[in-house]
């Protein structure tokens, strides 16, 4: 097991000690655009620190919609050069992450007496096939539609269409990025808050950071720093008086269990209120419906929440939808909701905003911003093409896999989906994981793909420091199972006292503070039941 992998307190320990060097360059934030400036950064023979005051993936990259997508409707809004990147950076991450980034089926229903809706999405569709450079059959009669989707209501629809497209867990794709920059040489810290910009003749030189778990605080200097918080980006900004630029906008979802809304690929439907898209998506053995797209006037920093009116709203899409299978609010195991990082432009529909990424360079301070999961590597690769100015040195890679190849197999009885699902994880260290840890624990939880092998590894060395990160990032156990996976209270308890060293007083304090947690944010809001 490589030592730069063992991501434990005395890991902790040792990288606070090691700050205090000449940093190349300094990235704040550690979502899916900082994890993939990290990755590109170190390719890029740079020594590079990320910092992130949270959790890895704390933010939205870990509250999305898990679609590694093309953008179908973005290309309806004529961004055609989002579309076009993603559906190249789609392809290549299904290439090189299966098991991690997976196909996804997407059927769209057709409503009567709308015939110029069907030709406007074949249109685009072809169009998407073209980016792609595939070709499928893309029609669907109403007959066929309902062998394909038995439970939907095709009482106001003419005929279906189906397209292809991939989904991931974006928690997983953000910790595995981290994880192959930090093998190939990267520094990076979780809960380190960077709480000020260091700067010398108004140019941004440096920061100062604080550890969040013990107040210590470094100043630290960089040739470069780099501003990929996300929709947190203009509190940073404000510190070198740059006007806000940023529209936070709320996309939440509603978790059901598969037996209560079995999918067998997604469903995009029109809303029956608003016409917007609202999709049905089964991942990880439950079924999602999502996502409203609102101004999120909430403080930035306290966890985001579903409000009474999204459940109504998200609800009355499924029972629209799926009148037979008689689903209310009862039947919701789970909610959550992320805050996207899109450019204010003015416009009064959320929707209607690019979701275009966006680099600014200001006193020395590079601004990364926006964007798309799926288009991580791209972002990295334009922000470092600027800091060619400051660091002429760097030397990209843009044919580089985005991912490290994972091992073509793994030894041992395994069923072929939990290999796949390793590999597609764990990469390289997957075959260091089933030397280390039981074979019994290589189980689904609760007929969930979830493994209990999966919770102790990351406790172990994914650093884990409270019970949130455990079962809301490093596995995704308290979405998928109702009261944040309260059932196995026990068996969770085992695994943090024999590797994380909690005491019973420790533990009961992470659990009130989790249950917390769990209701306040990732349940249903009174008003809504």
Same mark, same amino acid.
């Given at each position: 097991?490589n030592p730069r992998l063992q991501w434990n307190a005395a890991w902790r320990e040792r990288t606070w000690s090691e700050l205090q060097q000449e940093w190349d360059v300094i990235i704040i934030g550690g979502g899916i655009t900082g994890a993939g400036l990290l990755r590109e950064a ?12 949270? @959790? ?96 939907? @209501?095709?009482? /106001? ?74 929709? %947190?980006? @203009? ?100 909610? %959550? ?18 979701? @275009?990424?966006?680099? %600014? ?10 964007? /798309? ?157």
């Amino acid at each position: 097991m490589n030592p730069r992998l063992q991501w434990n307190a005395a890991w902790r320990e040792r990288t606070w000690s090691e700050l205090q060097q000449e940093w190349d360059v300094i990235i704040i934030g550690g979502g899916i655009t900082g994890a993939g400036l990290l990755r590109e950064a170190t390719r890029a023979g740079l020594n590079v620190l990320l910092l992130e005051a949270r @959790d890895f993936a704390w933010g939205t990259s870990s509250r999305s919609s898990k679609l590694v997508h093309g953008g179908l409707r973005y290309l309806a809004q004529g961004q055609v050069r989002v579309t076009y990147d993603s559906v190249i950076e789609r392809e290549q991450l299904l290439n090189e992450a299966p098991g991690l980034v997976e196909p996804l089926g997407f059927l769209i229903g057709l409503p009567q007496g709308k015939p110029l809706k069907r030709w406007v999405y074949q249109a685009g569709l072809l169009a998407y096939d073209a980016l792609a450079r595939r070709s499928e059959a893309h029609y669907l009669s109403l007959p066929n539609l309902r062998l394909l989707a038995p439970y939907l @209501d095709e009482t /106001k629809l003419a005929a279906g269409l189906r397209y292809s497209d991939a989904q991931t867990d974006d928690a997983r794709l953000v910790l595995r990025i981290l994880r192959e920059a930090a093998a190939a040489g990267a520094s990076l810290l979780n809960y380190a808050a960077v709480t000020q910009l260091v700067r010398e003749a108004e140019q941004v030189v440096g920061v100062v950071v604080r550890d969040q778990l013990s107040d210590r605080e470094q100043t630290l200097k960089a040739k470069a720093v780099i501003n990929a918080t996300g929709v %947190w980006v @203009d509190q940073l900004r404000q510190q070198i008086q740059a006007p806000a630029k940023m529209r936070p906008l709320r996309g939440s979802h509603l978790v059901f269990a598969q037996a209560a809304l079995p999918l067998a690929q997604a469903i995009n439907l029109e809303h029956p209120r608003d016409r917007r898209p609202v999709f049905f998506v089964p991942w990880e053995g439950v079924s999602i419906v999502g996502t409203t797209d609102l101004d999120h006037e909430p403080d930035l920093w306290q966890e985001p929440s579903i409000s009474p009116a999204e459940v109504a709203y998200l609800l009355e899409a499924v029972q629209t939808a799926f009148p037979s299978l008689g689903l209310t609010s009862e039947q919701v195991i789970s909610t %959550w909701s992320g805050v996207r990082p899109v450019v204010d432009t003015g416009a009064s529909d959320p929707s209607k905003e690019s979701r @275009d990424y966006v680099l %600014w360079q200001e006193q020395g301070l590079l601004t990364v911003t926006g964007g /798309k999961l799926t288009t991580f590597r791209l972002i990295a690769l334009e922000a470092l093409k600027l800091l060619r100015q400051r660091l002429p040195q760097i030397k990209l890679w843009p044919h580089a896999p985005r991912l490290n190849p994972a091992p073509a197999d793994l030894a041992g009885k395994l069923a072929l989906p939990i290999k796949q699902r390793l590999l597609g994880r764990y990469a390289a260290e997957a075959p260091a994981m089933l030397q280390a840890l039981p074979a019994h624990e290589f189980a689904a939880i609760e007929g969930l793909p979830s493994l209990w092998a999966e919770m102790r590894w990351a406790a172990r060395y994914e650093a884990v420091t409270n019970l949130g990160d455990l079962l809301l990032r490093r596995s995704r156990l308290g979405m998928l199972l109702p009261n944040g996976a309260a059932t196995y209270q026990a068996q969770i308890q085992a695994i943090c006292t024999e590797e994380l060293g909690w005491d019973a007083q420790r533990w009961a304090s992470e659990w009130h503070d989790y249950q917390q947690l769990i209701v306040q944010h990732y349940g249903l809001p009174s008003a809504a039941h």
